[in-house]
């Protein structure tokens, strides 16, 4: 699998002094075949068009990879990786600690991880548009900078993080190519990261524009990264969006964490498609500052991990309150989140579960584990609600917010002002720009309402969702209502309620699946430790077969 790449990076292994290693020239291959295999997908979801992306040029990656592998070979690679492969953030802390690892070495095994599966067309995942150039300098320094004092556990760990998020030194796309040239200041969580001392590896692939670009098209698809894909089942299952680089790239293991985004179900769904922990918190916890968004109202990022653990500590590394995200004012400031997990119990918590969902095995049985743990399980109804004008609210929001992020957060080298530019942008060339057209961004700017209309709509909204979940939570007193995978996404959003879902197994097929846990706003200390005592209860994450 990896020996055309290996063989060329054997050569690191004897260098004494710093050389510019080499990497195979990445060829873009007839993808015909595997076009037609997918052709007639029971999901039109998985019926791709295209794969590989026609505005990326993936040698860039191994040009910025490549002068950073110096003395890192195969033979380190492969002791280091029963140090490194699954471990959580705490485990990867301790190993530097006791001298097992150095940070430069954690995230050259990261990199070298990456060049080893996207060069190779059976493994490519696609889920990168961009790599940080300066990731081992960034290491190298952190290695330098480490003392006896305590600090953060986010310090040293290499992060990737989803495309639409502003980071110093690389281009922020949210996926588009009109956004090819958008190079910017760190959005204001990748300061409060910075500050902590974490390391920059990746820019993850994403659905383009978090999904707000074309209707009915494949999740994981942009223009600038092309068609992401699931390791668990590449062509087989959906990647889940808008999240899905972030998503998959550390099912692969390909960094320590990573960030993502959601409007809607954005962090949830790639989040349980990929078998991780996906945290969606309150919207207002964490800043949106730098982040090119569809809604002020929704919109918030969040940890995609492998553990809750790791989900807590980079949640905590994340947060602060932004003089320029209003959303953050008198937010609850940098909880050390992490601390708290282990005193996380299932035991005496009420647990709201919805009638319906249980002819689910899988949500059955892991409800029936949550019982057997002490928890209490009041079964309730799912009524079928829609919060009226929801998509108007997101194409009212983006209509001003996106045209506000290029002015305050985008590059100066961005000629549009407006969604209308943006659109017109994409028709001198739908091949390379939006070859599944860009119906749903189209609706934007069709929708005009005054501030007053959108002010109303706003509080229709969060009122029908809070109604939605206050209703059997007071009647039954719960503690947290649970749900599968991202199906009440677009309830919690309207509520402004957290979610967090944690992996709870696998269908006969090998899909993952994911168990939801919803709770009241700044609740995620709750949602955290309820979770932690579930994932230990439970231990369903599996790695990818074909990515051990």
Known sequence: MRKTTVLILLTLASCKVAQKA?????????????????????????????????????????????????????????????????????????????GKLTYE?????????????????????????????????????????????????????????????????MVTTAGAQAFYNNTTKDAFIVEQLRKNGAVFLAKANLSEWANFMCLDCPNGYSAMGGQTLNPYGPRQFDTGG???????????????????????GSILSPASANSLVGLKPTTGLLSRGGI???????????PMTRTVTDAAILLSAMTGEDPADPATKNNPKNKTYWESVKTGTLNRIRFGVYKPMLRDSLYAQNVAKIRAQGGTVIEIELEQVAPEGFGTLLNADMNVDLPDYIKNYGSSALTFRSVDDILAYNRQDSTRRMPYGQGRIAG???????????????????????????????????????????????LAAA????????????????????????????????????????????QARKAPEAYK
């Open 22 to 98: 080499t990497i195979p020239v990445w060829q873009p291959y007839d993808e015909t075949a595997e076009l037609a295999k997918n052709a007639n997908h029971e999901s039109t979801r998985l019926r791709y068009k295209l794969i590989q992306s026609r505005n990326l040029d993936k040698n860039t990656f191994w040009k910025a990879i490549g002068p950073q592998l110096n003395r890192f070979s195969e033979a380190d690679y492969v002791a280091l990786k029963p140090l490194i492969l699954e471990q959580g953030i705490p485990t990867l802390q301790d190993h530097i600690r006791t």
């Open 444 to 490: 934007v700017p069709k929708t005009q309402l005054s501030p007053d209309e959108v002010a109303k709509l706003r509080t229709g909204i969060r009122k029908t969702g809070v109604d939605y979940f206050e209703k059997p939570m007071k009647q039954h007193e719960l503690d947290v209502i649970l749900s599968i995978n991202n199906r009440s996404a677009g």
């Open 495 to 538: 509520a402004n309620y957290p979610c967090l879902t944690v992996p709870m197994g696998y269908r006969p097929n090998g899909e993952p699946v994911g168990i939801t846990f919803i709770a009241r706003p700044f609740a995620e200390d709750k949602l955290l430790n309820i979770g932690y005592a579930f994932e230990q209860a439970t």
């Open 292 to 302: 090119v968004p569809i809604s002020s109202t929704l919109d918030t990022p969040g």
């Open 242 to 264: 808008s999240s899905s680089g972030s998503g998959s790239t550390i099912a692969a293991n390909y960094a320590a964490a990573a960030v993502g985004t959601e409007t809607s």
């Open 105 to 169: 070495k954690l995230t050259q095994w990261y990199l070298y991880r990456i060049a080893q599966f996207e060069n190779n067309r059976t493994t490519a995942l696609n889920n990168l548009i961009a790599i940080n150039p300066n990731a081992v300098a960034e290491a190298r320094a952190r290695d330098k900078a480490r003392s006896g004092s305590p600090t953060h556990p986010i310090f040293g760990m290499p992060i990737i993080l989803k495309d639409n998020i502003n980071q110093n030194g």
